[in-house]
């Protein structure tokens, strides 16, 4: 059953920001919403003030409907929640993990939950647990990842839930879109495109790397320590895969994961640094506003839904 997530969330166009940790910032999500998507502001790298203080920048700049990522694994995640509660904002996603003991602050915050789900089983669960919908991300995704890819993914999903489903993982234009729809998704999640957004405060080289990116540039890396990340492939995934050959320990390679997102983001060294990308950056080739991106999209997505026989 196709949902209708846009009168859910107060949002013009089903598309979805997705949370990208030293990334989506005020400027980026401010951009979406505005445009009539929903921005996702990242919260994996700050604290609960950090927190408090792009929300209020967000609501400086639009008036429009916007969310905030929880990123389970983080050690603050008992303090961003608590922020988001009392900034009563009016959408969470998580990710990394399962916002199950979290969900009844959230409901009495009056706050719309769409957790991540990589697989069949942990959707059930957070529906289950309350989630207003849930957003169902293939392998082909940017960062953290699970283990089945989009295609497969979302419509085993769909039949298995009642709630609506958000579909997420190489989705970077109409076509995608459209092709998730035939799924049964209701809306889409978007990352890897809106990196290169003009809006986006990501480091030049980064988006340069993305522009440049072939389909088969990417690859998953930390899949030892419970926690695959897709990136780039460069010379630090290089030493991650060296490393997880010789079945180096989880501490080893946490130390060469630490700090290596930043270094890519803010310090431009895509050498060096974690440049986490989605399998369809090679279909990413220039930079536009983010309004533009949206319309594009949406556009393309329509024209091929009206294009069918049905
Ligand atoms: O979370 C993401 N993508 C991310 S988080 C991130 S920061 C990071 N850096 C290094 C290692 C790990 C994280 C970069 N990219 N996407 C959503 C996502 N959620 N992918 C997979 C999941 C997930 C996994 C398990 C969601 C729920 C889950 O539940 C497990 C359980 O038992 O409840």
């Excluded at 988006?207 to 389909?215: E, L, V």
Aim: aromatic share 4%; hydrophobic share 45%; net charge neutral.
């Amino acid at each position: 059953m196709y949902a209708d997530i846009c009168g859910m969330l107060g949002i013009q166009y089903p598309i979805i920001q997705g949370a990208m940790a030293w990334i989506s910032d005020a400027s980026l999500v401010s951009a979406v919403s505005e445009a009539g998507g929903l921005g996702v502001l990242a919260t994996g790298h700050l604290d609960a003030e950090g927190c408090v203080k792009a929300v209020k920048e967000i609501r400086e700049r639009t008036d429009k409907p916007f969310a905030v990522n929880i990123m389970l694994l983080s050690q603050l995640a008992d303090e961003l929640v608590q922020a988001v509660c009392e900034e009563k904002v009016p959408v969470v996603t998580t990710g990394a993990g399962s916002p199950g003991k979290y969900m009844k602050s959230f409901k009495d915050a009056n706050i719309k939950v769409l957790p991540v789900a990589p697989s069949v089983a942990i959707a059930k669960r957070m529906e289950k647990d309350g989630a207003d919908a849930v957003i169902a991300e293939g392998c082909e995704s940017g960062g953290h990842v699970g283990k089945i890819t989009t295609m497969a993914l979302v419509p085993q999903v769909v039949d298995a839930l009642n709630i609506p489903v958000i579909a997420a993982g190489g989705i970077a234009d109409g076509r995608g879109m459209a092709a998730c729809r035939m799924l049964g998704a209701s809306a889409f999640q978007v990352g890897t495109r809106f990196l290169v957004a003009n809006e986006c405060t990501v480091h030049p080289n980064y988006k340069a790397r993305i522009i440049k990116a072939k389909d088969i540039d990417t690859t998953t890396t930390g899949a030892s320590t419970g926690h695959p990340v897709r990136v780039i492939r460069n010379r630090l995934a290089r030493k991650f895969e060296e490393l997880e050959k010789n079945n180096a320990d989880t501490s080893e390679l946490d130390a060469l994961g630490r700090g290596a997102l930043r270094k890519a983001v803010v310090e431009g060294d895509i050498d060096n640094g974690s440049v986490m990308s989605g399998q369809i950056a090679g279909l990413v080739n220039r930079e536009q506003s983010a309004g533009e991106i949206i319309k594009e999209m949406y556009s393309q997505y329509k024209a091929i839904l009206q294009g069918m026989d049905f």
